[in-house]
């Protein structure tokens, strides 16, 4: 580094302090991320302070008015017009709020809502010990099968942290697809990923497989973190800045002044190629896209199912509307570089979980393996670069989130002696048994096949047809046929439930409380009406299909 | 604002189906009343329709259009030409007879749950199916045909692989493994050429920017739409695969008999009578004023196909010993000459096939509807397993017969007329073409009395020997069906005046006009 270049350094840090103005924060605009994060913050107090009978209460009641109340926040925003024409970049340009980022913000809430009510759920296992239970361990520190653990099964402690979990996984979730600049990008990607990896620990049945997971799914993503920050490193030697606009309009060739102390790297094309793609792999690893999707299929298997549903849903949402608004706001001008690119991983993604997914015993794993071939089918409208490619990613994702929860939560109710019977084979006859539940399931799976009159049709149209305007009619032919494929195990399963007969010795369906009834019949009520009425939504998704710059 | 009566006459049934499906299980009695009440109604509405439908009007009728899906340029549009009308027709009158037919087919044998209730499903699902396939007949908007042409097979999937016969060889275990893969096989044909289809709707959209037919149409005929001849040609080759697929058309017919064979007999009536027609209606509809470049150029292939499934289809119905089977294999050969009366492009062959697709049904419905009802008196569906029925069972035997010798176009019964005109058209324009369709009909004849011969002649069997004749509830459902047949070979008018209009409409769209004949071209 130049001797002019260290002193310019040296003589900026030296400015007098009183330069510095009070950074100005837009506190209404950032209120549901806020009171999200306050409630968590609340949830800690309560586990410190509440006693502990009384703590499964209070965390519930504080989480749902919190996610109601941040909800609310949304749509207060958005009927302000700041989703439309007062969209703008709050918070000294580190968060943006616009269209695509208030449309996410209420998806993920609400999916965080109904996955909230499938975490509360209680009635599922037999009671211990006269207590009642939910999916969670008794005390997460103790080790599986040891004294302490009896002991604390006995005592009837439950894990009620998993609330305030929630509440800061959501909250990251919340600011992960506005975030404008790469920094609040990287935080926020670790405030909603370390408490996903937690919940993913915390099961109470199966628990070394649960911890497992857990161990995988932290490890791999620590490694996809560490690509992003290298991947943002870059990016700020190329352009000499975190912002978001900056990057794009250094890319674009609008701004050439050259700090003077990153002379040597700003403008370097190779740091700006290998920086997008190490980040653009950080989030397709979030995203579950081929070939970062290795951790799918184990985490969502162990991980405990309520969580698993939530993070199906939530983290494809979050992930996709910050993926999104990277490609769109940061490297359109990139765009002939990372399109081809994406192509391919569109395909491999669509072909690969659907081929995949055929092979599988397990219906966590399968359902996992199907996530990815959606994901697939989403990298496709991402891909369309369009006005259109974004809203009809906006409407897959509200679709999708919904019959996500919903199917795991259906998984939950499906068990045996050992908790819940994921294995396939359990599942035969299951519609001689309990038609009821075999048919909501079978509404799930035709919605994730893609079945008209299903919120998965209207999506994958909407999707197709962006990507078919955009010039990847390629894509589209490769969508249909793994659509094609897909239906084919989804089908199987509903084949597994209505035609075989039932096995002697099958599992029961518990009779769930009104949380889980809820929580399923959202998924099915959103499914149905997204799949035969979609245009309202489709109107709130077109017109939230506008990045602010 | 008039009363949509299309609406009306796919929404009846669609009810019906939701009814019957909330009738509680102990109540199976109500539900087959309600259940044939729907479809009896939906028939009024039907013959409504009919009798409101003027041939010589415009050319869709009866229009309803409503928004929708904004969005994607969809409209909520329905509208019904001769053809349609006719085979709207068709569907409601052949809903209540396969209602009746399958009366006790969906009697649950033991007692599962208490929620378990296959009477109502069975019945509902049929009325669902029966909803569909109208509303697929009358809508004029491309998305919305598509919507139900694919949802259609979600009810169809349950009837074929959740009900079959009672009796089978290998035991209920077996069948119902025989069944289930029947239902896949089924649901994967038709929803890979469902899937393809959507490819080309989604590129038709790219290209003309809604889904109406009419726009379309209109636009490709005045010249304002411009499609380049690969475009063309690949969009329409997305929608004919999946019409081939459900028509079925060779070689993509394989799911047929074992669809067929597997379901009771009022479903495989169920199959190839009414949801085959979409099909072929649908080439007629959307094949050919989408793309008619296309279908031109796609011709020489889709007969030599045709030619393929009549011979192929009467060959291996002669070789079959399930009863089943037989009629499927011949239902393949009808819908060969049906997809060859389409796409001879005369309007002798359009005009037949469209006849040809009512009289089709109607036979199919008389034959496998008696031949169901053989099935379930023996438990066997192996033709060795019968003989010398007609001396123990003379009306059912006779009603059989009919139903055989209208399969195999006896003059005098209506399947014979649309046979003729198919002939008659395919050969004015490809003469070696129509010369050999005609070996399918001496193979029908072979497989028709080789059947009746071997099951209801010759020696009684003695398992055969205690078989009651025909009961009062099969008479009503066999009698109507075998008078249409023989109403509508004496005097086909009625349905070919109101096809005609249309057909001609269609065969101008494809700039077709009929060959002259050769004395008076040599003039």
């Known amino acids: 580094m130049s001797t002019a270049a260290v002193h310019s350094l040296w003589t900026t840090a030296a400015e007098p302090i009183s330069k510095i103005d009070t950074p100005k924060i837009e506190y209404g605009q950032l209120s549901p991320t806020l009171i999200v994060i306050g409630a968590a913050l609340v949830g800690v107090l309560i586990e410190a302070f509440v ?24 749509v207060a925003l958005a009927a302000g017009g700041y989703g439309t024409t007062k969209a703008h970049i709050a918070a000294m340009g580190a968060i943006a709020v616009d269209g695509p980022a208030l449309f996410l913000q209420g998806t993920i809430l609400l999916a965080g809502l109904v996955g909230l009510f499938t975490f509360a759920e209680r009635r599922l296992d037999p009671e211990a010990h006269g207590n009642r239970v939910d999916s969670f361990a008794a005390q997460a520190a103790s080790v599986p099968g040891s004294d302490s653990e009896k002991a604390a099964v006995k005592a009837g402690f439950t894990t009620t942290e998993v609330f305030p979990l929630l509440l800061f996984a959501i909250g990251g979730m919340l600011i992960f697809p506005s975030a404008n600049d790469l920094l609040t990008l990287f935080v926020a990607l670790e405030v909603f990923s370390l408490p996903l990896y937690l919940l993913c620990a915390v099961a109470r049945r199966k628990r070394l497989m649960s911890q497992e997971a857990a161990v995988k799914y932290f490890l791999l993503g620590a490694f996809a973190s560490a690509f992003t920050l290298f991947g943002i490193a870059l990016l700020y030697g190329y352009a000499g800045s975190v912002s ?29 190629l290998m920086g997008a793609a190490m980040l653009v792999m950080g989030l397709l690893f979030k995203v579950g896209a081929v070939p970062f999707h290795m951790w799918t299929p184990d985490v969502y298997q162990g991980a405990p199912t309520p969580v698993t549903g939530f993070m199906a849903a939530a983290t494809k949402v979050a992930a996709f509307g910050a993926l999104l608004r990277l490609l769109y706001v940061v490297l359109p001008g990139l765009r002939w570089d990372w399109r081809p690119v994406m192509w391919a991983v569109a395909i491999i993604t669509m072909l690969g979980g659907a081929i995949v997914a055929i092979t599988q015993t397990d219906i966590k794993r399968l359902l996992a393996y199907s996530s990815i071939a959606h994901a697939g089918f989403i990298l496709a409208g991402v891909i369309a670069t369009s006005k259109d490619g974004v809203s009809s990613v906006l409407f897959y994702l509200a679709g999708y989130s919904f019959v996500t929860i919903g199917a795991f939560a259906v998984v939950t109710l499906v068990r045996d002696a050992g908790g819940e019977a994921t294995h396939l084979s359990k599942w035969a006859g299951l519609g001689r048994r309990s038609p009821l539940v075999a048919a909501v399931f079978a509404v799930f799976l035709l919605a994730f096949a893609g079945i008209p009159l299903t919120s998965g049709f209207a999506g994958k149209f909407a999707v197709f047809k962006a990507a078919a305007d955009g010039g990847a009619a390629p894509l589209v032919v490769v969508g249909v046929i793994s659509s094609a494929i897909a239906a084919f195990f989804y089908i199987r399963v509903i084949v597994l439930m ?42 709130l998704a077109g017109q939230a299909g506008v990045f602010v710059r | 604002m008039s009363f949509p009566l299309l609406t009306a006459t796919a929404a009846l049934p669609a009810l019906g189906a939701v009814a019957t499906a909330a009738v509680p299980a102990a109540r199976r009695t109500a539900a087959k009343w309600l259940a044939l009440a729907a479809s009896l109604a939906t028939l009024a509405l039907a013959i409504t329709v009919l009798v409101r439908f003027d041939p010589d009007g415009a050319r869709y009728q009866l229009t309803e259009s ?41 009697d649950p044998l033991e007692t599962g749950s208490r929620r378990w209730r296959p009477t109502q499903g069975f019945f509902a699902l049929i009325l669902a199916v029966e909803a569909m396939v109208i509303i697929s007949f009358e809508a004029t908007d491309v998305f919305v045909f598509y919507i139900f042409f694919e949802a259609m097979l979600i009810p169809m999937y349950f009837l074929i692989g959740g009900f079959g016969d009672r009796a089978h060889e290998h035991g209920e275990e077996a069948a119902a493994t025989q069944r289930s893969y029947a239902a896949v096989k089924f649901l994967l044909y038709n929803l890979v050429g469902g899937l393809l ?61 074992n669809a067929m064979q597997e379901s009771t007999a009022p479903v495989a009536v169920l199959i190839t009578a009414v949801v085959d027609k979409v099909g072929t209606f649908a080439m007629l509809r959307f094949c050919l004023q989408l793309f008619p470049e296309a279908s031109k150029w796609a011709t020489p292939v889709i007969l030599v196909l045709a030619l393929i499934s009549i011979v192929y289809g009467a060959l291996l119905a002669v ?114 073409i129509g010369i050999i369709a005609t070996f399918g009909i001496v193979l029908a004849a072979l497989y028709v009395l080789v059947l009746y011969q071997r099951t209801m002649t010759g020696p009684v069997k003695p398992e055969v020997s205690a078989m009651p004749d025909l009961r009062a509830r099969e008479l009503v459902v066999v009698a109507p069906l075998i008078v249409l047949l023989i109403l509508l070979g004496v005097y086909p008018k009625p349905v070919t005046d109101i096809v005609n209009p249309a057909v001609k409409q269609t065969m101008s769209d494809v700039h077709q006009t009929d060959p002259k004949p050769e004395v008076e071209a040599a003039k």
Request: proline fraction near 5%; hydrophobic fraction near 55%; charge should be neutral.
């Open chain 2, 66 to 106: 409503h928004p929708w899906i904004a969005d994607f340029g969809v409209r909520y549009e329905l509208g019904v030409d001769g053809i349609a009308v006719a085979l709207i027709a068709l569907t409601a009158l052949l809903i209540p007879f396969i209602v009746l037919a399958g009366w006790h087919d969906a």
């Open chain 1, 244 to 272: 978001y606009a900056r990057i794009a309009q250094v890319v674009d060739g609008t701004v050439t002044d050259v700090d003077p102390a990153l002379a040597n790297t700003m403008g370097n094309d190779v740091l700006l």
């Open chain 2, 197 to 257: 289809m959507l490819a080309a709707v989604i590129g038709l959209y790219v290209v003309a920017g809604n889904f109406s037919l009419q726009e379309i149409a209109e636009a490709r005929a005045n010249g304002s739409l411009h499609m380049a001849t690969s475009t063309e040609r690949w969009l329409f080759l997305g929608f004919f695969f999946a019409f081939a697929v459900k028509a079925p058309l060779w070689p993509l017919h394989t799911w047929l008999p």
């Open chain 1, 51 to 74: 006693p502990r009978r009384s703590r499964y209460y209070a965390q519930v009641f504080v989480s749902v008015v919190a996610l109601c109340a941040a909800f609310a926040a949304v």
């Open chain 2, 319 to 432: 070789g079959q010993r399930d009863i089943k089977r037989l009629v499927a294999y011949a239902s393949i050969s009808h819908f060969g000459f049906i997809v060859m009366g389409i796409f001879a492009m005369t309007s002798q062959g359009q005009s037949g096939a469209t006849l040809y697709m009512v009289n089709h049904g109607i036979s199919t419905a008389a034959l496998m509807l008696v031949a169901g009802f053989l099935i379930s008196r023996r438990g066997s569906r192996l033709i060795a397993d019968y003989g010398g029925v007609q001396k123990v069972a003379p009306v059912l035997a006779g009603t059989f017969l009919i139903g055989g010798l209208a399969t195999l176009s006896l003059p005098g019964l209506a399947p014979f007329v649309s046979e003729f005109l198919v002939l008659v058209g395919t050969f004015t324009r490809y003469p070696a």
């Open chain 1, 498 to 539: 209505f035609f075989s007969e039932p096995k002697a010795e099958g599992p029961t369906v518990a009779v769930p409380s009104p949380l889980t009834m809820l929580a399923i019949g959202v998924g099915v009520a959103v499914t149905l009406v997204l799949g035969v009425a979609p245009q309202y939504f489709l109107d």
